[in-house]
């Protein structure tokens, strides 16, 4: 029986892009920087051509471009499995260091409380297989080390590094 704090959430149900903009970038898309005040989108285009007239009409173009997907050091498996759905999907370039994990692994970790003692445990419930083979990490495309001496001078080597390397 799981936990009653524990979220039941199916593997296949996805987090609107709103909330997956918030969590992995840091922004809110649908709030307005300028006045804080709430956004809401008026229309999705999905069409390739009509997309191409749009960008057009604003002076943009529509040719695609390649994004530098940054990554944090060390990334949990949500941030591993981002970065390798951005390279999937977009075209990413992954820049940074190796994952701290397998890219194959075990997650969906169910929270449950033992019924004597009253600990809190979690079991992982699904078995990711996001890549071929069985590599000990996920490896960036791009590989840009961060050291003790960049963290303690408050250097970011991957984010000057996307920042010099604009694409498009």
């Known amino acids: 029986m799981p936990h009653r704090g524990s979220r039941r959430r199916s593997h296949r149900q996805r987090l609107p892009w709103a909330n997956l903009l918030r969590r992995v970038f840091g922004i809110d898309v649908l709030v307005s920087p300028k006045c804080a005040g709430p956004r809401r989108v008026l ?35 949500a941030a591993m499995m981002n970065a390798l759905e951005l390279r999937r999907d977009l075209g990413a370039l992954p820049v940074g260091e190796p994952s701290a994990q397998k890219p194959n692994s075990f997650g969906e970790v169910r929270a449950f409380r033992l019924p004597f003692s009253g600990l809190e445990v979690g079991c992982s419930t699904r078995r990711y297989r996001l890549v071929d083979g069985d590599p000990p990490t996920f490896d960036p495309d791009v590989l840009v080390p961060t050291t003790f001496d960049d963290v303690h001078r408050g250097r970011d080597p991957v984010l000057e590094w996307a920042l010099a390397h604009p694409w498009g």
Request: net charge positive; with cysteine; glycine share 6%.
């Open 43 to 77: 229309a999705a285009i999905h069409d390739p051509t009509a997309i191409a007239r749009v960008l057009a009409a604003l002076g943009l173009t529509a040719a695609r471009a390649d994004p530098a997907g940054c990554r944090a050091t060390r990334p949990n498996s």
